[in-house]
């Protein structure tokens, strides 16, 4: 460790907004592109299509006829008096994200497991943060910069550097 540098704990929560929502134009597979609030460090999710059209429906704050799943979890989880406090991605563990939704009830906090889209998808439909544990980003940067697929410094330049036309709306 070099003078003067700060430890960071792997632990440490960084919020994060979302960027924009895109297709990969490799794998055709939704991205979820996460953004540092306080750098330009972003965090690239694959997700379904049918979460990525969940998110979708809520960033453009689309109307459907019927509750949709995550409509419904935010139903149920008002019908039961509890309040989702945050969404943290929490782990990146062979090539899998995973992720924890805070929920307070009656008091008592509870912590569910959750895949990532998921808990995007409900975080928007509640108004709530969104955090990443640092260890995740350092993690998904050495994914990124391990992987075997074209130029990663490219890769992680065009990621940081999309801008609102790149992302556009989301078309199922």
Not at 50 to 68: D, Q, W, Y
Not at 89 to 113: C, P
């Amino acid at each position: 460790m070099k003078t003067g540098e700060q430890v960071r704990p792997a632990n440490v929560e960084v919020e994060m907004q979302i960027r924009g929502l895109m297709i990969d134009p490799v794998t055709n597979m939704p991205i979820v592109v996460l953004k540092d609030v306080a750098s330009d460090t972003v965090l690239p999710i694959w997700v379904g299509i049918f979460e990525a059209n969940a998110i979708a429906l809520e960033l453009e704050k689309s109307a459907t006829p019927r509750p949709m799943t995550h409509d419904l979890m935010r139903n149920m989880a008002r019908g039961l008096n509890a309040v989702v406090n945050k969404i943290v991605v929490s782990e990146l563990r062979e090539d899998t994200f995973y992720a924890v939704i805070w929920m307070e009830q009656n008091g008592q906090t509870v912590a569910l497991d959750s895949r990532p889209s998921d808990a995007i998808a409900l975080a928007l439909r509640w108004d709530c943060p969104i955090f990443a544990h640092r260890s995740v980003l350092e993690n998904a940067k050495q994914v990124v910069d391990g992987s075997q697929k074209g130029d990663s410094e490219e890769m992680r330049r065009w990621l940081e550097n999309l801008n609102d036309d790149d992302m556009g709306h989301y078309k199922m």
